[in-house]
């Protein structure tokens, strides 16, 4: 069987610990955790063309670098 291959940081406890989070909120929770994400001023979300995410991570990976 292959080993699950995790992004950095990250490992199956990790993966379970969110997974538990995520299945176990109702979708009250669910709706309310969305709609705060939104709020959040610190971060956006925007639809990006498919064929452009590598240039987009690349550009994130390269200001988080510094």
Do not use: N
Request: proline residues 6%; charged residues 35%; aromatic residues 6%.
């Amino acid at each position: 069987m292959r080993q699950p291959k995790y992004p950095a940081g990250w490992d199956e406890k990790r993966v379970r610990r969110i997974l538990k989070h995520y299945e176990a909120q109702s979708d009250e929770e669910a709706v309310a955790e969305d709609e705060a994400a939104y709020e959040a001023t610190t971060h956006t979300a925007m639809e990006v063309p498919v064929e452009l995410v590598p240039t987009v991570r690349e550009l994130i990976a390269k200001q988080r670098a510094g």
